[in-house]
C-alpha cells in the first residue's frame, strides 16, 4: 500500500539513530508512581486491542487534512482505524477531547497530537503521563518542557522554522528583484511554528538589506483571515507592497486570493506546507515557492512510533535522547522542482518500527 507523502530520494543519507537512554526507569515528572503505568510496560498490548487517535485543529486546512490521512494510511497498514479528532483551533474544545479519551481505556491508547499553542501541551503530557497513554505531539511545545522528563510522551516532532521562514523570504526577494517593499502574515502567535518562522523572516530581512518590511499583522494561519487581512494591507501600502511572505500555505493562498479580486499580478507570494492548492499555484505561476513538511507521514509517523512502543516492538529505553524532541526533514518548492512534490509516493517501510526516526535530522536544541 502507498499514500501520498513526499519523494522517496529524500530518504537517502539519513542515518538511523541506535544511542540508549534509560527514560523508562527515571519517575516521571510530578508523580512517585506513574513511571511504572505509562510507556515502560508496553509488550501488554496486542496489535488488536491499540486504539489509534490522531487529532489537528480542523479538516478545512488542507496540510492538516493531509496529516489525518496519512494516519488512516498507516492504520490501515497495520490492520486498525484511527479515530478522526478536531478542534478548531479551540484550546478548550481540544483538553476536552483529549480528556475524554483518558476517561475512557488507555492502556492500549496510542495519540498523535497537534497540540494548539505551546501552552496546551503541558497538560496534555500530565495527562498522558498520569493515564499511562502513548502520546507523541508535532509542532508546539514550551521550550523548557522536556520529553526525557516523562515515558508516556514518547516523542516530539518538529521543524527547523527559521530555517524555513528564512527560505521562502530568501526565496520572495529573489522573486522581487533583490528589492521593495513586502508584508507579511504570522500565525498563532502563541505556537513555536509562527514565531520561528518570523524569525527566519527577519534574519532573511538583515540578509537582504534592500527588501523592507512594511508591515506584518497575524491572520491565525486562516485562508479565510488571510484574505481579509491582506486587503487591509492592500489598501494601506498599495503599490509599495511587492511580496508577501505567509506563515503557511492557507494563508498564502488567501494572500493570492485577495491581489486577484484587486486585479494585482505584480506581487509574489510565498507560504509553508505544500498544500496541493499551494503547489498548483506555483506550477501555474501564480506563487514563488512552499516548504513541505510532509503532513501524509507526520500524520502516520506519531502513531507508528506509538504503535511500536505500545505492542512492545520498540522499547522506550531504546529511543535515543536524540530522538525524544528532533527536527525532521523539510523541502523548499519552487517552480523548477514542484512536479516532484505533486504526486510523490513512500511506502510502507517509512513506518516500520526500526526505521521510525529515519527523517531526523537532530534534536532539537
Not at 530520494?9 to 515528572?29: D, H, M, Q, R, W
Not at 505551546?118 to 498522558?128: H, L, M, Y
Not at 522528563?149 to 528564512?166: A, C, F, P, Q, R
Request: aromatic share 6%; with cysteine.
Amino acid at each position: 500500500m502507498k499514500f501520498t507523502s513526499r519523494p522517496a530520494a529524500a530518504l537517502i543519507g539519513v542515518a538511523i539513530a541506535a544511542t540508549t537512554l534509560s527514560a523508562c526507569t527515571e519517575e516521571a515528572v510530578g508523580s512517585d508512581d506513574t513511571a511504572a503505568a505509562g510507556g515502560g510496560d508496553a509488550s501488554t498490548c496486542e496489535p488488536a486491542d491499540v486504539t489509534l487517535v490522531g487529532q489537528v485543529r480542523n479538516e478545512s486546512n488542507p496540510y492538516e487534512a493531509s496529516w489525518l490521512d496519512g494516519g488512516d494510511a498507516f492504520a490501515e497498514q497495520v490492520g486498525l482505524t484511527q479515530e478522526r479528532l478536531t478542534y478548531d483551533g479551540d484550546s478548550t474544545r481540544q483538553q476536552e477531547q483529549i480528556s475524554q479519551l483518558f476517561a475512557g481505556d488507555t492502556s492500549c491508547l496510542v495519540m498523535n497530537i497537534l497540540p494548539n499553542g505551546d501552552s496546551d501541551t503541558p497538560p496534555i503530557v500530565e495527562g498522558a503521563q498520569d493515564a499511562g497513554a502513548y502520546l507523541v505531539t508535532q509542532w508546539n511545545k514550551p521550550a523548557d518542557l522536556a520529553v526525557t522528563d516523562y515515558d508516556s510522551w514518547l516523542s516530539h516532532i518538529t521543524y527547523n522554522g527559521v530555517e524555513s521562514g528564512k527560505q521562502i523570504g530568501d526565496a520572495l526577494a529573489e522573486a522581487i528583484g533583490g528589492s521593495g517593499g513586502i508584508v507579511a502574515l504570522q500565525g498563532i502567535l502563541d505556537t513555536g511554528a509562527a514565531k520561528d518562522r518570523f524569525a527566519g523572516l527577519e534574519e532573511s530581512l538583515s540578509a537582504n538589506s534592500d527588501v523592507e518590511l512594511l508591515d506584518d499583522q497575524t491572520a491565525n494561519f486562516s485562508r479565510a483571515e488571510a484574505l481579509e487581512v491582506t486587503k487591509t494591507l492592500l489598501t494601506k501600502h498599495g503599490d509599495d507592497i511587492k511580496g508577501i511572505w505567509a506563515a503557511n500555505d492557507d494563508m498564502a493562498l488567501g494572500a493570492l486570493e485577495a491581489l486577484k479580486q484587486a486585479g494585482r499580478t505584480d506581487v509574489a507570494v510565498v507560504g509553508i506546507d505544500a498544500v496541493p492548492d499551494a503547489l498548483t499555484a506555483i506550477e501555474d505561476g501564480e506563487m514563488t515557492a512552499t516548504v513541505s513538511s510532509d503532513g501524509p507521514w507526520q500524520g502516520g509517523i506519531g502513531l507508528a512510533i506509538g504503535y511500536c512502543v505500545a505492542t512492545g516492538e520498540l522499547a522506550v529505553e531504546d529511543i535515543a535522547d536524540e530522538d525524544r524532541a528532533w527536527y525532521a526533514e523539510q523541502f523548499l518548492i519552487e517552480k523548477d522542482n514542484v512536479g516532484d512534490f505533486v504526486s510523490p509516493e513512500t511506502d510502507e517501510s517509512d513506518f516500520a518500527c526500526d526505521n521510525v526516526f529515519s527523517r531526523s535530522q537532530g534534536p532539537i536544541s
